[in-house]
Each structure stands twice: as structure tokens, then as C-alpha cells.
């Protein structure tokens, strides 16, 4: 069942707001078994609107609506469906009398523009919003469903959760079984030939993301097929360069192993990234969570059994190090070169022996050897 996302918005299109809700609406939708088929965005001019919702519900079983709800001027959405589905608008005093109350008990005054929000396609219904004052609404056009929600992230979320998930969850769409590989130390090209090698031509979904330096790999397992076989033979074709499962940031894996050291001071000596292992750890917390330091290798201090040491160097031929001590216990392990042609010099190359790093550091203090 495919399903199509509309933001409605001129701060949209022009660059001035991200849009997140149409990034948050199709991580549900997959997760409850709708196929996302296109994102579309468009100013506040109702004829645009109109175009673009009429070309879409020619394309898609559903079609989510976020913003132009609100009582202003440019607020049209409603109008745009209730012209597009054949639908009158009519007024709903219940909502006025509901809006008015809201409005007066949190201290402001309710004016006529707000009867705007009180309008809804004859035919539809209605979505209550428990965090805001703009209702969404559902309506129907042939074989097409539209979910009207409001534009602010919070109002969306809360009024989708309440009246729009436990319908989709009902329709029991979900067939197939997801299953990911996040992967270190090969393209995305090299990934997608040794996949396809290994589970091509089985009519399964497969999808490939290229997140440098990570590569995602997807595969979708219908629920009447033995999953294992075709997990075997993905993980026996990029087994090797597998470093993660899930959808999280992969290098969070270093962060997660240090809690096994949470007292240590960690000395972090980087000889290689121009301060990308520096920006990575600060992006993951890790200042928030340890006390750090950092040093110049030969000269590292005397360690003791508060100090854990991370190093990150390259030698004279070429080939970059990890080495880690903690407790007397130490590592020092290659690491594989990319694999694409670039000099040490390279950010892109500084990027992935970082995070082959964090990988190898972290085995070293589950003791995953």
C-alpha cells in the first residue's frame, strides 16, 4: 500500500525551517508496513496546493498533510481538501466553544480569525490535537485516504499517535521482516554486488545507503520465508565489514563499551585526523562522560589504573594504528585501508580510520577479541 507525504509551507520550501515532519512520518509509516512513495513540498499558494495534492492522490492509497491549519491567512489547507474531496466546509460549534475554553484558561483571548480552525469537509473526520488548537481531520476521495495533521513537530506527532496510528497499525500491512547491516571498509557499489551475488534474484527487497564511511544494507524478509538461510548468506558475503546492526550511530558503540571503564581518565593521542577523533568524540558525549585528556606521542604520561590510553597514528610506510592500554592490558591492530584511493592527508580518509578506531577500541574493551 503506497503512501504520500505533502508539507505545506512557504518557510519550507524557501529553506527557512527544516522539514522534519516528513522525515518522522515515513519512519512510521515503514514501520507499520506503508510503502513511501514520494515526498512533496509546496508554498502557501492554494493553487500549488491543489495541483499538487490532485497529482497525488492519483499516486498514492494515503496521503499525510502536514501544516496550514492554524488561523492566519495563509492557513488554506483545509480549504484545498475540502475542494479537492468535493466537500463543502462546514462550521463546527463544538470546536469554537472547545477552542475558546483552551484559549481563556491558558490566559489568552480567542478573536474571530481563530474560527477559521473550526471549518472541516462535511464528510470527514476529525483528529483531536491534545496539544494544540489545531484539529487534523480525515477525508476521502475514490480510493484515497488523506490525513490532514498540523505543521508543528509536537501538535503532528500527538495527533497521529492518537488518531491516525492504531488505524494503520489495524491494517496489518507488515509482511516482511527488516533486517540491516551497517557496514565498514567497503563502497556501496562493493556491498550491493557481493548482496546481490549472495541473495539476487529472490524477489526480495533489498536496499543500500552509503552514510560515509558507512554503508547500510536492508533486506526485506517476508514473513513465509525462512529468514536464516538468507541471513547466512549475507552475513557469509559482508560478514567481514559488518560493524552494526541497527539504525543508531555506529560509532556509539565506543561510548557504550567505555562504561566498563566509567572512573578512568582517558588519554586520547590522535597523530592522524586533524581533530576529526576529537570532533566524533565530542559528538558522542563522551566529554559529558569522562574526564579527557590528550598528548603527544612519544611523550605519553606514566599510566596508571585511572588512566586509559587511545592512540591513533599512522607509521613511515603508510599504515595507520589503533593501540589502546588500560589496566596493563594493551592492543595495537592495523587498521584496513579504505577502499578508495586517498592519502592520509584526505578528510574522507581521516573519517573512516576514526571510525575504524571507535569499532576497534571498543571490541578491545568488551574484550572481543
Not at 484515497?144 to 508543528?152: C, E, F, H, M, R
Not at 559528538?283 to 559529558?288: E, M, N, P, V
Request: aromatic share 8%; proline share 5%; glycine share 6%.
Amino acid at each position: 500500500m503506497k503512501a504520500a507525504i505533502f508539507t505545506i509551507g512557504t518557510e519550507v520550501v524557501d529553506g527557512e525551517i527544516v522539514n522534519t515532519n516528513a522525515s518522522w512520518l515515513a519512519r512510521q509509516l515503514d514501520h507499520y508496513g506503508l510503502t513511501v512513495t514520494h515526498h512533496v513540498s509546496t508554498s502557501d499558494l492554494e493553487s500549488d496546493m491543489k495541483e499538487v495534492l490532485e497529482w497525488l492522490v492519483d499516486k498514492a492509497d494515503w496521503v499525510f498533510i502536514s501544516g496550514g491549519l492554524g488561523p492566519t491567512t495563509d492557513d488554506r489547507t483545509r480549504n484545498v481538501v475540502a475542494d479537492v474531496v468535493g466537500d463543502e466546509l462546514h462550521y463546527a460549534e463544538d470546536v469554537w466553544v472547545a477552542l475558546g475554553e483552551s484559549y481563556r484558561a491558558r490566559g489568552f483571548t480567542v478573536t474571530d480569525d481563530h474560527k477559521q480552525q473550526c471549518f472541516f469537509p462535511k464528510n470527514c473526520r476529525r483528529l483531536e490535537n491534545p496539544v494544540g488548537s489545531a484539529l487534523g481531520f480525515v477525508s476521502t476521495i475514490r480510493n484515497t485516504t488523506i490525513v490532514v495533521l498540523p505543521g508543528p513537530p509536537s501538535e503532528l506527532k500527538a495527533v497521529f499517535a492518537r488518531g491516525v496510528e492504531p488505524e494503520i497499525k489495524n491494517l496489518h500491512l507488515r509482511k516482511a521482516k527488516l533486517v540491516r547491516w551497517v557496514c565498514l571498509g567497503i563502497t556501496e557499489s562493493g556491498a550491493a554486488e557481493k548482496v546481490e551475488a549472495a541473495i539476487g534474484g529472490q524477489g526480495l527487497e533489498i536496499g543500500y545507503r552509503a552514510v560515509i564511511p558507512y554503508v547500510h544494507v536492508k533486506v526485506w524478509i517476508p514473513e513465509d520465508r525462512a529468514e536464516h538461510p538468507i541471513i547466512d548468506r549475507v552475513n557469509e558475503a559482508i560478514g567481514k565489514y559488518s560493524v552494526a546492526a541497527g539504525t543508531d550511530d555506529p560509532g556509539r558503540v565506543f561510548p557504550e563499551a567505555l562504561s566498563v571503564i566509567s572512573d578512568y581518565r582517558l588519554m586520547i593521542a590522535d597523530r592522524l585526523s586533524n581533530s576529526q577523533l576529537i570532533n566524533r568524540l565530542r559528538d558522542l558525549d563522551i566529554f559529558a562522560t569522562h574526564s579527557v585528556g590528550f598528548t603527544n606521542l612519544p611523550d605519553a604520561p606514566q599510566l596508571d589504573d585511572s588512566v586509559a590510553l587511545f592512540v591513533l597514528e599512522a607509521d613511515e610506510q603508510g599504515h595507520v594504528w589503533a593501540s589502546a592500554s588500560v589496566s596493563g592490558e594493551t592492543m595495537r591492530e592495523r587498521l584496513i585501508d579504505p577502499p578508495y584511493t586517498v592519502d592520509l592527508n584526505n578528510p574522507r580518509a581521516q573519517r573512516y580510520f576514526t571510525e575504524q578506531a571507535l569499532h576497534r577500541w571498543a571490541r578491545f574493551l568488551r574484550k572481543d577479541m
